[in-house]
């Protein structure tokens, strides 16, 4: 079974560009999460989707937003980029929105200059 | 506010000696905690605990759950320098707003 596939894995992008990234989950999994990693702040958590529905959500603006269609693949979408942006975001799917059963997808690296 | 902090933040170690990793947490509707292991990007699954003082081992790596003082660690025995990665701990937080609060994790360096 193929994993979590993330595109693309690396980014360069400008102060107040937009992006769209990209997640595959595993075949069967219905929920897919998206975490921000960034050096000071660790992981944390954007948001999951579960059957095309936002099923939760942290504490990012507005510009951080997501969807996630019929066949489970799901984008994120990060407008009006700041250099705080930089980060990897990764991706997890799980089968049924369990946490504790999640696998993680490669990330990809954002780099906003 | 929900917090899972980790200690030592980094740590190098040689060859064979044996490592403790600490976790503590405080998040509001404890349901479980998690640890997972980061090489290059993907963090991987090694452990998840829900009930106190049952250690969960597998191989060199064990965890142990300690839910009056809200804390784990993760102990390895026998380091090697494949052992060498980010160390991550989380806490699923349960009910409406179900989510992992995550560590800031622990660089480990194994040196030959």
């Known amino acids: 079974k193929a994993g979590v596939t993330q595109t693309p894995r690396y980014l360069i992008k400008t102060r107040g560009q937009q992006v769209t990234l990209s997640c595959s989950p595993i075949s069967g999994h219905r929920s897919v999460s998206w975490y921000q990693q960034t050096p000071g702040q660790g992981l944390q958590f954007l948001f999951e989707?579960?059957?095309?529905?936002?099923?939760n959500k942290g504490n990012f603006p507005g510009r951080f937003s997501g969807r996630q269609f019929s066949n489970s693949r799901s984008e994120m979408n990060v407008s009006t980029l700041e250099l705080g942006d930089s980060a990897l975001y990764l991706c997890?799917?799980?089968?049924?929105?369990?946490?504790?059963?999640?696998?993680f997808g490669p990330g990809t690296r954002l780099l906003v200059l | 506010e929900d917090k899972v902090v980790q200690s030592p933040l980094s740590l190098v170690v040689h060859e064979g000696d044996t490592v403790t990793l600490n976790c503590s947490y405080e998040v509001t509707n404890f349901r479980s905690l998690l640890w997972y292991k980061q090489e290059k990007k993907a963090p991987t699954f090694l452990f998840m605990l829900?009930?106190s003082g049952i250690e969960k081992k597998s191989g060199r790596l064990s965890s142990i759950l300690d839910k009056k003082e809200l804390f784990s660690i993760l102990n390895i025995t026998a380091t090697q320098t494949g052992d060498s990665a980010v160390y991550l701990c989380?806490?699923?937080?349960?009910?409406?707003?179900?989510?992992?609060?995550w560590g800031l994790g622990t660089s480990l360096a194994v040196n030959p």
């Open positions: 989707y579960f059957s095309e529905t936002q099923r």
């Open positions: 997890a799917s799980s089968l049924l929105g369990n946490h504790e059963t999640q696998y």
């Open positions: 829900t009930s």
């Open positions: 989380a806490s699923l937080r349960a009910g409406n707003n179900r989510k992992l609060i």
